[in-house]
Structure formats: C-alpha cells, structure tokens
C-alpha cells in the first residue's frame, strides 16, 4: 500500500457519504445513520496522512488511534476491510518513521 492508494480509499469513503446524502435525502431529510457517517473516519485518516509526512509522529498517532475506533464502528463489509489495510499502513509508516512514538 502507498499514499496513493489511501488517496483512493479516502475518496472512497467520500463517495459513499455523498451517495447516502443523496438517499437521505430522497426519502428522510436530515436523518443519517450513524454506520454510514464517514467524516470522521475520513478526517482522521486524512489528518494521520498529513501528520506522517510533516514529521508529527505524535499527532499522526493520535489520528490513527482515532481513526481505529472510527473504524471499529463500521458495519463489516469490503469497505471495512480496505479502512483496515489503511490504518495498518499508516501503522506501518508511524513504526519507520523518524522519532516515532510507541503507541
């Protein structure tokens, strides 16, 4: 896995929220469950992304833990699956990284 691809899964991600916005709002406004909400998953991958590459092992840390609890609440399925192959690359680079924290 490579920054590309966790580009890809983000955009993944992002997708899946605005085709359940267009559901949503088709059938219930305002209603969102709360399974479906990537935004934060998709923040705090992002957000650990941009820390491992700005050489902010502590911080990318905290996202990719709070990235995992992200995930932990997703409903079993490939998406899930790939989140997982994500965080476990961020996890990865964090180990390499120049004065990485153990977590």
Not at 26 to 46: A, F, K, M, V
Not at 65 to 90: C, F, S, T
């Amino acid at each position: 896995m490579n920054s590309a691809y966790m580009d890809e899964i983000i955009a993944k991600l992002k997708r899946m929220n605005a085709s359940e916005d267009d559901d949503l709002t088709n059938s219930q406004p305002g209603l969102r469950p709360e399974s479906g909400n990537y935004d934060l998953l998709i923040e705090h991958l992002q957000s650990a992304q941009a820390s491992l590459l700005g050489g902010m092992p502590r911080e990318a840390a905290m996202d990719v833990e709070l990235a995992r609890g992200a995930h932990n609440r997703m409903a079993k399925g490939p998406l899930r699956d790939e989140v997982q192959g994500a965080i476990d690359y961020l996890s990865e680079e964090l180990d390499r990284a120049p004065h990485s924290v153990k977590r």
